[in-house]
């Protein structure tokens, strides 16, 4: 079993509505969108504690015009 402050991570994860999986990526920033930060905060995990939220959506990164350009 995993804890986070005292408390199982498979509670804290069920508690902000994700799988223990997902927690984990939240948790080292591979995947961390802001409402959940939110909710890990508001759970009292500290601020320094999380990574900063990312909301940009998974996948490719569009090319800008000077990429586009150049190719």
Do not use: F, N
Request: aromatic content about 2%; hydrophobic content about 35%; some cysteine.
């Amino acid at each position: 079993m995993v804890y986070l402050y005292g408390i199982e991570k498979r509670e804290v994860a069920r508690t902000i509505g994700v799988t223990p999986q997902m927690l984990t990526s939240i948790i080292a920033g591979t995947c961390a969108p802001r409402h959940r930060i939110e909710a890990l905060i508001a759970l009292g995990v500290p601020r320094r504690l999380l990574p900063e939220p990312s909301d940009g959506r998974p996948g490719p990164k569009t090319k800008t015009e000077e990429q586009v350009s150049a190719a």
